[in-house]
């Protein structure tokens, strides 16, 4: 319970002034403008994903590549040993 005449707890008594109109709108005014923030940054952070994602295939793809090539030097080198 609290003394400024609201309560979280319990309902309003009878008789008890609701809060001005002005408040009602504007707290609608806040949420949506929160709910549009909300939905932007929603928005951005898909936008991220994708683009860690293509950034993880051209990763796994260079990794691949840098793998082939390593075999392909190891061969190399193991053949020149032979020719010595």
């Known amino acids: 319970m609290s ?3 609201y ?5 309003p008594a009878w ?3 609701s809060p001005p109109a002005g408040d ?3 707290d609608a005014i806040m949420k949506e403008k929160l709910l549009k923030e909300i939905a932007a940054s929603q928005e951005d952070l898909r936008t991220l994903l994708a683009r860690v994602q293509s950034v993880q295939k051209e990763v796994d793809k260079l990794t691949s590549g840098n793998e082939t090539l390593q075999m392909y ?3 190399l080198t193991v053949q020149m040993a032979k020719r010595r």
Do not use: H, K, W
């Open 15 to 17: 008789g008890a002034v």
């Open 73 to 75: 030097i190891d061969n």
């Open 7 to 11: 309560s979280l707890d319990e309902p």
């Open 24 to 26: 009602l709108v504007r």
């Open 3 to 5: 003394f400024s005449g």
